[in-house]
């Protein structure tokens, strides 16, 4: 697995591979270079961007994208090369067992709707859960390390609801060098205590994911 910026992740085994959430704070450049499948989490900037995704289906005749129904209803002119799927769903996607699970993104705002949000389990090891404290058992968790929507708590609170035997922080592009030093202090204080890894992935950084 390698972190591609902000929430993107980049999955590969053997000759397949998977990009999840590759929005506008995701560099340019080959996040979607021969990729299967891309897993869209919600319709947020930070995690979708449209034109860049039509641009890659255009590009590569091969590619799918999987999705919840709000972002799947902005694709309607890409027809079958974009599929809806929801909390509970479990397909096989390029050669990937995926399961998905969770349904609204965080309260961001009081006077704001929450929008869908669906998260990935693969291979039943790494769960992307987007932008939601969706609980589950997941030996791998990719936990949102800041955001306008979460406090740091509550970062706390949902590794210790699912306890992983590792997580790595992503959801961090909006912090500065000062933001990311204070993610990384909170990852270390609760990785000490829960005697697990946790630590944040830099961009560029790839991690062996071994069951």
Not at 47 to 64: F, G, K, S, V
Request: negative net charge; hydrophobic residues 40%; charged residues 25%.
């Amino acid at each position: 697995m390698t972190k591609l910026g902000h929430s993107c992740v980049r999955l590969q085994k053997d000759d397949r591979t998977l990009v999840i959430d590759p929005g506008v704070l995701t560099p340019e450049g080959d996040a979607l270079a021969g990729a299967d499948a891309v897993l869209i989490t919600h319709e947020h900037f930070d995690h979708y961007q449209a034109e860049r995704l039509r641009q890659a289906l255009t590009d590569d005749p091969r590619l799918t994208v999987y999705t919840c129904g709000a972002v799947a209803a902005d694709l309607t002119d890409l027809g079958d090369r974009v599929r809806t799927v929801g909390d509970g769903d479990s397909l096989t996607i390029a050669g990937f067992d995926v399961a998905v699970a969770g349904q609204k993104h965080e309260v961001v705002h009081p006077d704001v709707p929450q929008v869908e949000n669906i998260g990935f389990l693969i291979d039943g090891e790494v769960f992307h859960p987007g932008d939601a404290f969706t609980v589950l058992e997941a030996p791998t968790l990719l936990v949102p390390g800041q955001a306008p929507w979460m406090k740091a708590p509550e970062m706390i609170e949902y590794l210790r609801a699912v306890a992983p035997r590792r997580a790595f922080a992503v959801h961090d592009g909006l912090l500065n060098d000062f933001g990311l030093g204070l993610l990384d202090n909170q990852l270390k204080g609760e990785s000490e205590r829960q005697k697990a890894e946790f630590r944040r992935l830099k961009p560029g950084e790839s991690v062996e994911l071994i069951p």
